[in-house]
């Protein structure tokens, strides 16, 4: 099967080779032969490389303390402050929840300050795009299941479903992480921009 590329030059619907191998294809047809194919947009280029600038972003800024505080350790801490909360008569708020989030990073940090992590920038997209919810889900012979990120490759997802990526995967790297630098998507696509720039 021969992939063309193709653009629209006029109004009128006349579509020409976009690179010199669909000109090189499109030569090969003899006139008035028939071709059939099945069309679709090409995602937008620049869109793609300020993904990856944003998930560069968000790695630059993550620092590496899965698994140093428990799950059982998070539930204590957010029982707590529940408890603090009805003790006072008080509503739970964002700010206590910012507190208790900054208390188990630090805790985080100092349990892995002596231990060498390893970052890799695979894993990471891999983690934030199943995040985002942009997954298939496996079942293994022992019963377990796992999640593995959908590609995002040009052939395998179009440009109104890249969108819908893009802004779950920055919803995700702002909950997650760069929160503590940034106070708004609007801010962090900004910072993103930028760095694209002088790239």
Not at 177 to 192: D, G, Q, T, Y
Request: charged share 20%.
């Amino acid at each position: 099967m021969v992939h063309l590329q193709l653009v629209k030059q006029t109004s009128s619907g006349l579509l020409l080779p976009a690179t010199p191998e669909s000109g090189d294809f499109l030569r090969s047809v003899k006139i008035g032969e028939w071709i059939h194919a099945d069309f679709k947009r090409v995602r937008n280029y620049a869109f793609h490389k300020r993904f990856f600038k944003l998930l560069q972003l968000g790695f630059d800024y993550w620092t590496p303390t899965g698994g140093a505080v428990t799950s059982r350790e998070q539930k204590l801490i957010s029982g707590f402050v529940n408890f603090l909360c009805d003790s006072a008569g008080q509503e739970y708020t964002p700010a206590l929840n910012d507190a208790a989030e900054q208390y188990l990073h630090k805790i985080a940090v100092n349990r892995t300050s002596d231990i060498a992590l390893l970052k890799s920038f695979d894993a990471f997209r891999e983690w934030v795009t199943v995040q985002a919810g942009f997954y298939t889900e496996h079942f293994y012979p022992d019963g377990s299941r796992g999640r593995r990120a959908k590609s995002i490759a040009f052939a395998s997802m179009d440009e109104t479903e890249f969108q819908q990526v893009y802004k779950a995967v920055l919803n995700v790297l702002l909950n997650w992480i760069l929160f503590r630098k940034f106070s708004s998507p609007e801010e962090v696509e900004n910072v993103a921009a930028h760095l694209l720039e002088f790239a």
